[in-house]
């Protein structure tokens, strides 16, 4: 029971934060807003997805977005992938790495992406193939880890099948999301030690939602266990866990503060990224939904 | 490293919560909280102290509030005392319980209680004895455990110090406020592990303000050590985080969500709790300062 010295923080704020967002931000504020989160120090930043824009009006045009950031050595912008055709959008956009994703649960498979699980698998397995032969990295996230809107409680072992098999497939890493945010650390642990038997745990990464507020702690768990990849948003983006219906990823800045605290280096500056939460709140016509945010911003006076 | 399997649950909201709130509310609502709090299988409500109302006008009458509280066995209401003055009132009051409190800094106990450590310890001293000749429990709080607002950091050293003291007057738990919430897991465990070395842990209590979003992770670091009893208030009372200024206990509706996850044991009902959140919030006009509270109002639709 070690934590680990140096924890890779994905941020997924501009693209599975805004995408959860009632009020859509133009393409610029999108693009600043990944720009200035890399200037924060994080490495790896999720830029937008290649969704139709019908579903997700949010994340129209990110060939925009991406077309606005200089390359930056050291810094990745991947954008999430649902299909063939994305993977098309993606490579024409010059993406360098995409994000396909896969459900637990066969119900939320069918109601998010209408293909049971077994189907969204075979239907990725020639995109990630096609995106590494075209010297792309592919990042696999599996969704509803430990529940499911529909079906409650889901088993450690429907996880395990699915992230073994993007594993399989060649994804470099596997982010394991609990999407609707109802785990605690007894089951972040049991979960992560599961999928560790099937997929080395230095290929794992965790994503958490904090509607129960309980992603502090998961993370805490879970890093005792190795992980030392953790994805969050700026700001607590994807929701304000004070408005009705909403319920937003675990913040960035919280993430940082408890991994300062344990004296685990990121790498990432949490000033410059409390700056851009306040920042991203204004241009949501909202405050950020973080504690840390807040407090820092006190604390400053 | 193995988890308590029941935890018990001080409830400080109707007293540390509600003496932090801008808004004051009246002795019935106040009496009412408690009541509810108790009729949700909390055990321990602290239900007000015996301050200066010059001081801390919140806390106005808690003769009253006591008053209005039925007996009931195997409940507890304790009450803050600061002095011999407090103690007389305690007494007449009827209280059967009451609560000391002593900082682990110098400058926040000359700013707070206008003495040095030395001299709140020895103040504190005759107050206990009395107490306790009286046949009262007295339980024993230590504030900055963590960090002080004016010294920042605070030596696990100034807290041992303070908590051996308090227990060696004969209070029966001591619990450690990180008044500031500045505290992160690692700093928590290596606290509680020496201060274990001079009061037992299983006469310890944590007592965390979520002001960093910190509070579960901590909570859930100690009870690996084997700390059973948690201070928390319903809705988070005693400051909401999304506005400026404030900051408050962690809730007690986001622990027992913690508690239960983990298959610990409270007693306490956790949808009970969650009304009673709501209902004190909306006395304070705005709403509970908890993700468990909107997230299970919003699940109930």
């Not at 994080?42 to 830029?47: G, K």
């Not at 997929?199 to 230095?202: D, L, S, T």
């Given at each position: 029971m070690s934590l680990p010295a140096r924890v890779r923080i994905v941020e997924v704020g501009p693209r599975d934060g805004l995408q959860n967002e009632p009020r859509t931000v133009p393409v610029q504020i999108r693009a600043e807003l990944v720009r200035r989160l890399a200037d924060a120090g994080?490495?790896?930043?999720?830029?937008g997805s290649f969704v139709s824009p019908r579903w997700?009006?949010?994340?129209?045009d990110t060939e925009a977005v991406l077309a606005a950031l200089p390359p930056r050595p050291g810094v990745r912008y991947p954008v999430l992938v649902p299909n063939e055709k994305g993977l098309e959008r993606a490579l024409a956009a010059g993406a360098r790495e995409i994000a396909v994703f896969a459900a637990a649960s066969e119900t939320f498979s069918r109601r998010n992406i209408n293909c049971t699980v077994d189907e969204s698998l075979a239907r990725f397995a020639p995109v990630v193939a096609r995106a590494r032969a075209a010297g792309l990295a592919v990042r696999g996230y599996v969704s509803?880890?430990?529940?499911?809107?529909?079906?409650g409680a889901v088993a450690p072992e429907a996880v395990v099948r699915v992230a073994a098999a993007l594993h399989a497939m060649g994804c470099y890493e596997i982010s394991l999301g609990d999407?609707?945010?109802?785990?605690t650390p007894g089951r972040a642990r049991a979960l992560v030690k599961a999928v560790a038997r099937e997929?080395?745990?230095?290929q794992l990464a965790v994503h958490f939602h904090d509607t129960y507020g309980q992603a502090l702690a998961n993370i805490y768990a879970v890093l005792e266990l190795g992980v030392s990849v953790v994805d969050s948003a700026v700001g607590g983006l994807?929701?304000?866990?004070?408005?009705?219906g909403a319920a937003g990823n675990v913040a960035t800045e919280d993430v940082l503060y408890l991994l300062h605290g344990l004296g685990?280096?990121?790498?990432?500056d949490l000033d410059a990224v409390v700056d851009t939460a306040w920042w991203i709140a204004a241009a949501l016509e909202r405050a950020p939904a973080s504690r840390v945010a807040h407090a820092l911003r006190r604390r400053r006076g």
């Open positions: 994080l490495a790896a930043v999720e830029a997700v009006p949010q994340m129209a509803c880890v430990l529940g499911c809107p529909y079906e999407t609707i945010g109802v785990g997929v080395p745990v230095g994807g929701g304000c866990p004070y408005a009705p685990i280096e990121t790498g990432v």
